[in-house]
């Protein structure tokens, strides 16, 4: 046997092999089709303030989780007692898009510092699910409420954030006008500096 067809009968059996192991066609059946899914922003913007929480997480991490709202002192009161250590809260009406959130005890640890305006935790690297997206006045000032001198406010589709990790923000870029389709660090240059990264 040549080594020519050796390669010929060696290529043709890879090909038989890799089509035998596709068992799984494409059908309609089977094709993901977005438009099917639940708008996640329309219950992000529910009046129901428990519906709104759950738009923010995964339902297996949202069924189990305890659901907050804040007041306007930023104090928090519970609306749903939860047991799997997640908390979430519901929309902010403040600001134009849909943005709930969903945390980890280690990232509701660094969110009620940056709420309360007090240093985060050291060595407290947590995470938060924003599935409905979020809506930002700045992506610099922790603490603003409007876009400053006439500008946009950041939105973000739905992502994920890592907080308290410095290691992590160093990889990402920083600023005022973020790309807000790739990862990107919010707040970057402050003790809240996070990570936020697009999923879908």
């Given at each position: 046997?040549?080594?020519?067809?050796?390669?010929?009968?060696?290529?043709?059996?890879?090909?038989?092999?890799?089509?035998?192991?596709?068992?799984?066609?494409?059908?309609?059946?089977?094709?993901?089709?977005?438009?099917?899914?639940?708008?996640?922003?329309?219950?992000?913007?529910?009046?129901?303030?428990?519906?709104?929480?759950?738009?923010?997480?995964?339902?297996?991490?949202?069924?189990?989780?305890?659901?907050?709202?804040?007041?306007?002192?930023?104090?928090?009161?519970?609306?749903?007692?939860?047991?799997?250590?997640?908390?979430?809260?519901?929309?902010?009406?403040?600001?134009?898009?849909?943005?709930?959130?969903?945390?980890?005890?280690?990232?509701?640890?660094?969110?009620?510092?940056?709420?309360?305006?007090?240093?985060?935790?050291?060595?407290?690297?947590?995470?938060?699910?924003?599935?409905?997206?979020?809506?930002?006045?700045?992506?610099?000032?922790?603490?603003?409420?409007?876009?400053?001198?006439?500008?946009?406010?950041?939105?973000?589709?739905?992502?994920?954030?890592?907080?308290?990790?410095?290691?992590?923000?160093?990889?990402?870029?920083?600023?005022?006008?973020?790309?807000?389709?790739?990862?990107?660090?919010?707040?970057?240059?402050?003790?809240?500096?996070?990570?936020m990264m697009p999923i879908g």
């Amino acid at each position: 046997m040549t080594i020519r067809r050796s390669m010929i009968l060696l290529a043709t059996a890879s090909l038989t092999m890799l089509a035998a192991c596709n068992k799984s066609p494409v059908t309609e059946a089977s094709r993901t089709d977005t438009a099917a899914k639940p708008d996640a922003s329309a219950a992000a913007k529910s009046t129901d303030p428990i519906e709104s929480a759950l738009a923010a997480a995964p339902a297996s991490i949202g069924k189990d989780a305890k659901i907050v709202a804040m007041k306007a002192d930023g104090s928090m009161s519970v609306l749903r007692e939860g047991a799997n250590g997640w908390t979430c809260m519901g929309d902010n009406p403040a600001t134009p898009g849909a943005d709930p959130m969903c945390m980890d005890a280690n990232a509701m640890k660094w969110a009620e510092a940056w709420i309360g305006h007090k240093p985060p935790p050291a060595d407290n690297v947590g995470l938060m699910y924003m599935l409905a997206g979020g809506s930002d006045a700045s992506n610099t000032d922790p603490w603003g409420k409007q876009p400053k001198d006439g500008g946009k406010w950041v939105e973000t589709g739905p992502h994920v954030m890592v907080v308290g990790s410095d290691s992590l923000n160093k990889l990402y870029p920083a600023g005022g006008d973020p790309d807000t389709s790739k990862p990107y660090v919010m707040f970057g240059g402050t003790p809240y500096a996070h990570v936020m990264m697009p999923i879908g």
